[in-house]
């Protein structure tokens, strides 16, 4: 897959993430770019032309942290969008969180993951997290909430 610079875009860009837990800790990335970079969050990238959801999701997880997952229904959505000094949108993504399972892997991470780390839910006030992902986490915790994949 060839690199594309999603800076300045000319429309929303659609990505996905992967709400994976185990053993009560959530997989979670540094990310190594722009945007977000040095914030931890949940792993996810661009949805490319022909995939699902669940396609994306898959394969962006597995690209970032070698995890292999099994990508369920959506259970977060939100907007990212970034302004630069003058104004003008440096980044605007639509993102889609979906619930899934581990399967297998040995984590490493990968593509513009600088670490990838399986977060026990009591440390993550220890973490410098995105606000979304905080406070999603913080939901996802609550009674009632499930992001069980089935």
Same mark, same amino acid.
């Given at each position: 897959?060839n690199a594309?610079?999603t800076?300045?875009?000319q429309?929303?860009?659609?990505?996905?993430? @992967?709400?994976v837990?185990?053993?009560?800790?959530?997989?979670?990335v540094?990310r190594?770019?722009?945007?977000?970079?040095?914030?931890? @969050?949940?792993?996810g990238g661009?949805?490319?032309?022909g995939?699902t959801?669940?396609q994306?999701?898959?394969r962006?997880?597995?690209?970032e942290?070698?995890?292999?997952?099994?990508?369920?229904?959506?259970?977060y959505?939100?907007d990212?969008i970034?302004?630069d000094?003058?104004g @003008?949108?440096?980044?605007?993504?639509?993102?889609v969180?979906?619930?899934?399972?581990?399967?297998?892997?040995?984590?490493?991470?990968?593509?513009?993951?600088?670490?990838?780390?399986?977060i026990?839910?009591?440390?993550?006030?220890?973490l410098?997290?995105?606000?979304t992902t905080?406070?999603f986490?913080?939901n996802?915790?609550?009674?009632?909430?499930? @992001?069980?994949p089935g």
């Amino acid at each position: 897959m060839n690199a594309v610079d999603t800076r300045y875009p000319q429309t929303p860009r659609v990505a996905v993430g @992967a709400v994976v837990i185990k053993d009560e800790a959530v997989l979670l990335v540094k990310r190594g770019k722009a945007p977000s970079d040095g914030k931890w @969050a949940i792993p996810g990238g661009s949805v490319e032309l022909g995939e699902t959801l669940q396609q994306a999701a898959e394969r962006e997880i597995l690209e970032e942290t070698n995890i292999r997952i099994l990508a369920g229904e959506p259970v977060y959505t939100f907007d990212f969008i970034e302004r630069d000094r003058e104004g @003008a949108i440096r980044f605007h993504y639509i993102i889609v969180d979906l619930a899934a399972k581990y399967l297998d892997g040995e984590l490493k991470p990968g593509d513009d993951a600088a670490q990838a780390a399986w977060i026990p839910f009591k440390d993550l006030d220890n973490l410098d997290i995105n606000a979304t992902t905080r406070d999603f986490l913080a939901n996802y915790r609550a009674p009632g909430f499930s @992001a069980d994949p089935g």
